[in-house]
């Protein structure tokens, strides 16, 4: 994010600005202010994620049945066409609308949230000339909480992908795998959600705030109007996105790997992690990075332009920011 467009050069200051700024007449803060954090990490979310649902089924297949999906991302599209119709490529929307929607909530709201109690716990300077760690500590702690919700939407909806016929969409999906595998089903890859979302997230939310730094550092925030610093978010989001799409891919292909099946009776779920990866191998844990660098850089490039402009309509510019 950008330095404070009144910055002094002396973060001592700064802190001392910002915390007016906090507390001036019509200033949001508190509940009124995170709520509507999270409401605009809840629907930059949801509507990317539900947007790039094709992709998110290609991509998904190709994970879990590489022999059959072994043309690309372009040839998965046809193949899933071709067998299934056209409506396959929505196949967990529901699911995706809904748990993207929650962690959306909590993965913004909580990035906002936590790097606040940071600046409270350690001052605004010390923030300030360490705000990496800032960045890095805030968006782990905020994905493990919007990992708890996320997981059982996430789990229903690889089961649909991976089984077209299981059930009838979102309700029909979680009703089942509630009735007939019990609440532990829902969250079997809590383990590799949390490897996968957490490096994610934190890889995410760090690459943006330096690459917007970098920008704002040649092109001035002040000087930009509404659509230019539009343009900076975007930019910097697909470049957090392809980072991010790399670290977390290893991850993301077990979570669809054990959320495809239940295990074997007696068998845990960190067995189960244990033997995909054996199977899988570094090469096998990739497979699909093409379709998922395309999905989550388009999604994080326009999470971020979400997200900042539906800020500036809900008047959510009370929070701190650290950056020089």
């Known amino acids: ?128 000339n360490y705000r990496t760690a800032v960045y890095l500590a805030s968006a782990g702690a905020a ?60 890889s995410k939310f760090v690459v943006y705030e330096k690459a917007a730094e970098a920008a704002y550092r040649i092109f001035p925030k002040s000087s930009l109007s509404d659509a230019q610093q539009t343009g900076v978010n975007l930019g910097s989001g697909l470049i957090a996105g392809f980072a991010a799409a790399i670290v977390s891919q290893p991850a993301d292909t077990m979570l669809s790997k054990i959320n495809k099946t239940k295990g074997a009776p007696g068998e845990g779920t960190t067995t189960r992690l244990i033997k995909i990866a054996k199977e899988l191998g570094l090469r096998g844990s990739y497979t699909g990075i093409g379709a998922r660098l395309f999905m989550v850089g388009t999604l994080t490039a326009f999470q971020f332009a979400i997200y900042g402009d539906i800020k500036k309509a809900l008047n959510a510019t009370g929070g701190v920011e650290i950056s020089k």
């Not at 990035?111 to 605004?124: A, D, H, M, P, R």
């Open 143 to 202: 994905e493990f909480f919007a990992d708890i919700a996320l997981c059982p939407l996430e789990a229903t909806r690889i089961r649909l992908v991976s089984e077209p016929t299981y059930a009838n969409g979102l309700i029909g999906g979680f009703t089942k795998m509630l009735k007939t595998e019990g609440v532990g089903a829902f969250y079997a890859g809590f383990g590799p959600i949390l490897l996968k979302q957490i490096p994610y997230t934190m």
């Open 1 to 128: 994010m950008a330095s404070p467009a009144t910055s002094t050069g002396s973060t001592k200051v700064d802190a001392i600005v910002q915390k007016a700024a906090a507390n001036a007449p019509g200033q949001l803060s508190g509940v009124d202010l995170y709520s509507r954090f999270a409401l605009a990490g809840a629907v930059c979310c949801s509507v990317t994620h539900g947007a790039l649902t094709p992709v998110d089924v290609v991509k998904t297949r190709i994970q879990l049945d590489p022999a059959t999906y072994n043309n690309g991302m372009i040839g998965g599209f046809r193949k899933v066409i071709q067998t299934e119709g056209a409506g396959a490529l929505l196949t967990g929307a529901g699911p995706t609308f809904a748990g993207y929607f929650l962690q959306g909530a909590f993965k913004f709201g909580g990035y906002e949230f936590f790097k606040q109690q940071s600046i409270n716990l350690v001052g605004y300077e010390n923030a300030s």
